[in-house]
């Protein structure tokens, strides 16, 4: 073989290697899990600051689906008592990816008044079903779920429950 043969053969490879590392990137593996959500009865969201834990919550595992694709990212995720912060962890405790999403149980309406001005409310359902997106993993082990709660300084998360993957 000639050597401009051989580079030539060489540069093709490493245009096909560059080729499949950015588009197996791209196509990473995920999952799309679907959860049922039931909560227990509450008094409705407890006071600023208030440092009482929610009361466990069962969370379901309705359906999972392999896929491949990017994985979703938030560009500025923002804690807020309306929201759920979720953290995938492998069977060692150890973080894998996390993420925060809008509590689905909150629902925001708008209702006319009297005199026809629009007022607002949020209610709390007891129950919901909602879906992620998490990496394909193989280590992944469990789910668990949090709620933000500002103490006046930042926020802590409350552990709201957890949920087991099988593999």
């Known amino acids: 073989m000639r050597s401009s ?9 490493a245009a096909f290697a560059f080729l499949s590392a950015v588009s197996s990137a791209s196509a990473q ?3 799309e899990l679907r959860f049922r959500w039931d909560a227990p009865a509450s008094s409705g969201a407890p006071a600023e600051g208030a440092a009482a834990a929610p009361p466990p919550s069962a969370f379901t595992l309705l359906g999972r689906q392999r ?7 938030q560009r500025n995720p ?39 001005q629009l007022s607002g409310q949020r209610l ?3 129950s919901a079903e909602f879906m992620i997106t998490i990496p394909d ?21 409350d552990p709201l429950g957890s949920v087991p993957l099988p593999p």
Request: aromatic residues 6%; contains cysteine; glycine residues 10%.
């Open 5 to 13: 043969s051989k580079t030539g053969l060489a540069c093709t490879l």
């Open 67 to 73: 896929a491949h694709g990017p994985l979703p990212r």
């Open 137 to 157: 993993d193989p280590d992944l082990a469990v789910l668990r779920l949090y709620r933000p709660r500002w103490t006046g300084r930042g926020f802590a998360l």
């Open 124 to 126: 709390r359902q007891p």
């Open 78 to 116: 923002e804690l807020s008592p309306d929201h759920v912060v979720v953290v995938a962890e492998d069977a060692h405790g150890r973080m894998l990816d996390w993420q925060v999403v809008a509590d689905p149980r909150v629902l925001r309406a708008e209702f006319p008044g009297p005199t026809g």
């Open 29 to 31: 593996g995920i999952q």
